[in-house]
Structures are given as structure tokens and as C-alpha cells.
């Protein structure tokens, strides 16, 4: 699925909201180094991986998102959450471990401990396993606090323009890879502000916990 198919659900979004009165918006949240920094352990765990301890270290969050990370660390990883069998996880894990690279120019071999690879067909996918449970877990509280997004339309799966909006289906986001797009309406523009609002408190607090971050910089993350 590219890009493509992501924009124009997205985009189709905004136009039946606009066409049913309804108050609506598209939250953009681009993750800092999404690829380099996921935390291994999160996506696929060995039953012999002695590295967890000295991460922590390395990680710029908080020690309050620091407690919650080493919690999570004690679930099942985002593999074994998908089905995987333990041998398909080991073999992951010790995909992922004693990794490092080099660069042109230097005598010295760098050693990395984060992120799923970028640059190896399997990078893709594991990011996306790990992204999974971090939108489902943002889902939750979110829904927690304000109730799911609701959009009308027609029920029919056809490019014809139809003013019946008769059915109605419950939405998230449009996510695709890391970049993450979700999908807000409200009674009004003031009403949709403040869920806009809780939302990216939300995304930030969750991400965090997961030892990820979410950039700020212009054209990054917007509304």
C-alpha cells in the first residue's frame, strides 16, 4: 500500500465531514528517528538478551516515562502479541542484535542498540508491529476520554456521490509506516479545539512511554 492510498482516505475523510456539517480534523504526528530509535526489545525479545539494563541510559525521556517503558518491557513483545512462535521471535531478536556500522571516512565501528534496522527489507514491518500496539493502546485513551470518531456515509463502496449517510462507522487514523495521521470531529469547532488538544496530549505521553518522541519542527507534526 503507498502513500497514494493513505492520502486520498485521508483526504476523503475531510471532504465528508465538510459535505455532512460536521467539524473535523487531521492530526499529523511525525516521529524523531522513528526507524533508529524504536526499542528492539518492544518488537521481538530473546529469552537471552542481557542488553535491556543499559538502555535506559541511553534514552532522553523522562524517568517517570523511563518506569512506564521498563513496565512495558515485562508484557509480551509486539511480536508475541501478533501470534509469532517463539522460534520466529528468537530468530528476530538475534536478527536485531549485535548490530553496527561504519562510515567513510572513519576507523571506528559504532555499535547500535535501537531501532529495527532502516535500510533492510525487514525495517518496514517490524516498525509497523510495534506501531500497531502504540495507535491501539492511543485508541483506548483516547476513546477513554472522548468517545470514538464517528463518520456517516452511504455504505456503498463506490466512486458515485451519494447524500445518503445512513450508516455509520466508527474511525481512527490513516496511518501509514511512521507516519501517523488521526482522524478527529466534534459538536463544534470549539468542542473539536479541546479534543485536539487532549489528543495530542495523548500521542505525546504514549509515545514517551514507549521511548519515542514526537518532533515539533516545522512541517513535522501539525494540524
Known sequence: MSTDFATHASNTYAKVSKRTGVSSARLYFD?????????????ARSQFDQTT??????????????TELK??????????????????????????SDTWFTMHGSQGIAATQRGTRPGDPLADLLFCLLLSGILGKIELRS?????????????????AVS???????????????????????????????????????????????????????????EA
Open 143 to 159: 476513546r477513554e476520554h472522548q468517545g470514538p470518531t464517528k463518520l456517516s456515509w452511504d455504505g456503498s463502496k463506490s466512486a
Open 71 to 96: 513496565a512495558l518491557l515485562q508484557l509480551p513483545s509486539a511480536m508475541t502479541a501478533a501470534g509469532a512462535d517463539q522460534h520466529l521471535e528468537e530468530f528476530v531478536a538475534e536478527i536485531l
Open 163 to 221: 447524500l445518503d449517510t445512513t450508516h455509520i462507522e466508527e474511525i481512527f487514523d490513516v496511518s501509514l509506516a511512521d507516519d501517523v495521521v488521526i482522524l478527529i470531529n466534534g459538536v463544534s469547532p470549539q468542542d473539536l479545539l479541546t479534543k485536539a488538544k487532549a489528543m495530542l496530549g495523548i500521542v505525546v505521553d504514549t509515545f514517551i512511554e514507549h521511548g519515542l518522541k514526537i518532533s515539533f519542527e516545522p512541517q513535522k507534526s
Open 53 to 66: 539494563h543499559s538502555l535506559f541510559d541511553l534514552l532522553d525521556i523522562p524517568d517517570s516515562a523511563k
Open 31 to 43: 516521529v524523531v528517528s522513528a526507524y533508529y530509535t524504536a526499542i528492539r526489545q518492544q518488537v
